[in-house]
Nanobody
Framework: QVPLVESGGGLVQPGGSLRLSCAAS?????????TGWHRQAPGKQRELVAT???????NYVDSVKGRFTMSRDNAKNMVYLQMNRLKPEDTAVYYC???????????????WGQGTQVTVSS
């Protein structure tokens, strides 16, 4: 069973928008984890795009500030990434990650999804 499932990727023209969603299976409750959106473009290392802490603090990599918005819906146990004004360099596979560990939890736990492809092209 895949612990996290991403959806919402696709092909979009430059300047367009997409909304990615991440759903958790099993006992994973997003509000108990730090959650992040990562992306990996062909030939490049995976990079962290945005994170939200258990307490709701959100941070972004500089390249997406002002264009991407990460959010969490505790009632639905979902995490989202709203991506606006997309650029060709945003093309990548986007992954959702949930993490917790010391000192906030007694051991490390890290869960990933299988990713969703985002392609920005005219």
């Amino acid at each position: 069973q895949v612990p996290l499932v991403e959806s919402g990727g696709g092909l979009v023209q430059p300047g367009g928008s997409l909304r990615l969603s991440c759903a958790a299976s099993g006992s994973i409750i997003f509000s108990s984890y730090a959650t992040g959106w990562h992306r990996q473009a062909p030939g490049k290392q995976r990079e962290l795009v945005a994170t939200i802490t258990k307490d709701g603090q959100i941070n972004y990599v500089d390249s997406v500030k002002g264009r991407f918005t990460m959010s969490r819906d505790n009632a639905k146990n979902m995490v989202y990434l709203q991506m606006n004004r997309l650029k060709p360099e945003d093309t990548a596979v986007y992954y959702c990650n949930a993490y917790r560990g010391p000192p906030f939890f007694y051991r490390e736990q890290s869960y990933w999804g299988q990713g969703t492809q985002v392609t920005v092209s005219s």
